[in-house]
């Protein structure tokens, strides 16, 4: 988990700041635009993320006058807008997993004294992951990720998506299962103990 | 290890770090134009958005809930990037009526392949007559057979519809969207009914529409009945899509012309948006994009699929070649 440091002041104060004097919302890009760089870089490549958390920032600084104050942190805030974006760029991302499908899986004929055990049990699962995340409906997907990749918490996504925190681990556990399933419901890693 | 660590080790995997140029968008921010610029471009682009909503396809461009479920197995290739194709159907379904249950099925009265090409200047809405004679896919447990191409609907819905268009135009369908009954006719009073010339007087005992001749202002369910009027004339379905297009034009016209004033956009888009399932994504921010890609499009031209009388039954059509292949290569 991210935390912020004590020392600066809440993201709701750059906000309510930036009504009155708009420069104030580049703090919130410095603060964040790398973070969020990173998330999209994930799920879709670095191509269009650069673009991305611009077009986020964007919108984000048109809706400031609507951001609840409540809340200190605004990083769910921006999940939230830069998923939305994501959503039309599903193409991009579902190309991008099937590319991994793909990909050879290196170091699989090596000697096991090369192994890092984890690594390869990570890397070998890899095609199974990115399939079951490019079947995922979007919704389930949105949720598995900003949790996996996005590191929020349960709370911090049900905030981002506008829906209740059930319906966040409901769709998690959805996501979850069908990426176990896919995994073929055996830990990978303890099987090759075993 | 488990399910979560192997998923976020393939996060880092794929992760990369930001690059120096990222902070050429925090310029964008700062060089936010002033509030004022944002709005004007804002109401421009929503009229524009609210104009196509008139044909409920921007609903779909903007990812509504209606996306395709991609018809199984091979499909055509999508060839110029940045352009669109939306499959409009409006069918005869009318949910939460009394006279039609759901359980008689609905059938797809009318058929709009709407191209819209990457600079979203030129539209073109190709109306596909409902009585072609055409080779239907297999879809499902149903077999490929030759039939009326509005059964693809009855039979394997949306996804076969696409599948079998995709098949017979070999045009790759990027989203495609149903309107009902009920969301054309709030369509129609959300925009405060819309204006016809009718040429040859209207008695329909079915609709109960009685239209004199001359310029008529039609309400939703009268606009739906005119739509849906097929004794008339010749009783063709080619003189009902003449009628189709021209009350669709009409519709778009008046959309131009009235969703300038806030207040009124505002009530259009509530009723468009209620009635024309969208989902979360469509939101104001999410119209204005594209709305400002489409601000100076122009009406969009309608034409309809060349064709000819289907030699085995003359009540029926056939698609006339290589006329209608010619036109669907340019959508392609």
């Known amino acids: 988990m991210i935390t912020q440091p004590a020392t600066r002041g809440a993201d709701a104060d750059l906000v309510s700041a930036s009504w009155t004097q708009p420069e104030a919302f580049a703090e919130l890009f410095d603060r964040y635009s790398a973070m969020l760089y990173r998330y999209v870089s994930k799920r879709l490549g670095p191509e269009p993320a650069e673009d991305l958390v611009g077009e986020t920032f964007l919108v984000a600084f048109s809706r400031r006058r609507s951001y609840d104050l409540a809340y200190a942190d605004a990083r769910p805030w921006l999940f939230g807008i830069l998923t939305k974006l994501i959503s039309r760029h599903r193409r991009t991302e579902a190309a991008r997993y099937r590319a991994l499908l793909r990909a050879p899986v290196e170091d699989s004929v090596d000697s096991p004294a090369d192994r890092v055990a984890a690594g390869v049990s990570a890397q070998a699962a890899r095609p199974e992951l990115a399939s079951a995340l490019a079947a995922l409906p979007a919704k389930d997907r949105d949720v598995l990720l900003l949790i996996a990749w996005g590191d929020l918490t349960y709370e911090e996504t049900a905030q981002a998506l506008g829906i209740p925190i059930g319906t966040v681990r409901s769709r998690l556990n959805r996501g979850r299962r069908k990426v176990r399933a896919a995994l073929g419901d055996t830990n990978p890693l303890l099987d090759e103990e075993a | ?332």
């Open chain 2, 1 to 332: 290890m488990d399910d979560m660590k192997l998923l976020r080790d393939l996060g880092a995997a794929l992760e990369h770090e930001p690059p120096a140029t990222l902070a050429r968008q925090r310029n964008r921010l700062t060089q936010a134009r002033p509030r004022r610029r944002r709005v004007g471009l804002l109401l421009t682009g929503l009229a524009a958005v609210a104009t196509a909503a008139a044909v409920a396809v921007p609903t779909l461009v903007l990812r509504g809930t209606q996306t395709v479920a991609p018809p199984a197995g091979a499909r055509p290739a999508k060839v110029a990037t940045g352009a669109l194709n939306v499959l409009v159907v409006g069918t005869d379904s009318r949910a939460g009526s009394e006279r039609f249950r759901a359980s008689r099925g609905a059938r797809t009265d009318t058929i709009l392949l709407v191209h819209l090409p990457a600079d979203r200047k030129e539209i073109t809405a190709v109306s596909i007559p409902r009585d072609s004679m055409v080779q239907i896919p297999r879809c499902g447990s149903v077999p490929a057979r030759m039939d009326m191409i509005n059964s693809a609907f009855d039979k394997g819905g949306l996804t076969c519809t696409v599948k079998t268009i995709e098949t017979l135009t070999d045009v790759r369908i990027d989203h495609m969207m149903e309107v009902d009954f009920n969301a054309f006719k709030e369509v129609v009073d959300a925009l405060g009914g819309v204006q016809i010339k009718v040429k040859q007087p209207v008695n329909d005992a079915k609709s109960q529409l009685r239209l004199p001749v001359g310029m008529r202002t039609l309400n939703g369910e009268q606009a739906l009945g005119y739509m849906r009027l097929r004794s008339l004339g010749d009783g063709s379905d080619i003189q009902r899509i003449k009628r189709q297009q021209a009350l669709l034009r009409a519709m778009l016209a008046k959309a131009k012309k009235t969703l300038t004033d806030p207040g009124r956009l505002r009530s259009f888009l509530a009723a468009a948006t209620k009635s024309i399932k969208t989902d979360k994504g469509f939101d104001l921010e999410t119209m204005a994009d594209l709305a400002v890609s489409m601000s100076d499009s122009r009406l969009p031209k309608f034409v309809t699929v060349p064709w000819k009388p289907y030699p085995p039954d003359p009540n029926r059509i056939a698609w006339k070649q290589p006329e209608a292949d010619q036109l669907f290569a340019r959508l392609r």
